[in-house]
């Protein structure tokens, strides 16, 4: 998104988190983007602490003409938007209907009065899929006229450069954070299923989070580690090369607002199975 905005814009900047505290601060890309980092306390992996003071002094060295705030399921975006009184807002919240770990339904009931203040103040919230606005649209009434739905897209240069092709071997393929609520313990119990008909079957996981320790002490009990390859940090070419070679993507997540991975897949022609729940049931719905 933000490289596609640099086409419009003289300069794009993204604000994000470092909870590692080792990255560096201002990076400069090859697409003529700029990432600035701000330190940050990250608990699980879940939630981000962004320092309050390093945020500040961002957001008032850039004054950004158009903030485009991502994400109510964690601190910095509502932060920022209570923070900024100079820029055009467009917040687009990725909200799914609920908050999915303990840590995080304790934080949301606090930083709540932070996201009503942010619709107030935003002319768009730009939702992903009709679930998010139906969510949305529930939680706060006061978005509902606001709401604008633009469905994540999928970049054309790496659908066209990674088309799908059958195999020679079958491969299942899994790419996306490791939480709970993904339910990619339900991928491996599968493996564990169809191994013993398909010896030659591989699964690649590409992803991480807090949950995979478990996943890991699972594919160890279900005694099918030998065939599933975790992977983490690929290049956007290094991940659409799995997805043109996988006999099947599979997007098992019960709680998404729309689902980057399947249209991704299902951009490059790749069979792709997803959970007929949340945002995923419209690419059900659609075929």
Known sequence: ????????????????TDPSWHLRHVQKTADGLTIHRIRSFAPSENYHFPSPIELFAQLKELRPQVLH?????????????????????????HYVGRINSRLGRVLFKAYRP????????????????????RQMTATFPDSSRKIELIP????????????????????????????????????????????????DLKT???????????????????????????LE??????????YSSATAVIVPSE?????VAAAEAIGVGAPTIVADASGLAEFVEEG
């Not at 393929?173 to 939480?179: C, Q, S, V």
């Open 1 to 16: 998104m933000a490289k596609r905005a640099s086409k419009f814009f003289d300069h794009v900047s993204v604000i994000t």
């Open 69 to 93: 705030i991502h994400s109510l399921h964690d601190l910095p975006g509502p932060v920022a938007g209570f923070m900024d009184s100079q820029s055009s807002l467009i917040f687009t919240p």
């Open 114 to 133: 932070l996201i009503h203040n942010l619709i107030k103040k935003v002319p768009r919230i730009i939702c992903t899929s009709r679930f998010e606005a």
């Open 152 to 199: 994540n897209g999928v970049d054309r240069e790496f659908q066209e450069k990674h088309p799908w092709r059958e195999p020679a071997e079958p491969r299942i393929l899994y790419a996306g954070r490791l939480e709970r609520y993904k339910n990619v313990d339900k991928i491996l119990k599968a493996v564990a299923q169809l191994q013993p008909k398909h010896g």
């Open 204 to 230: 690649t996981i590409v992803g991480r989070g807090p949950f995979k320790p478990e996943l890991l002490k699972l594919a160890a009990s279900l005694k099918v580690n030998g065939g599933i390859e975790w």
């Open 233 to 242: 940090g690929l290049t956007r070419d290094e991940l659409f090369e799995l």
């Open 255 to 259: 709680s998404e607002s729309m689902g």
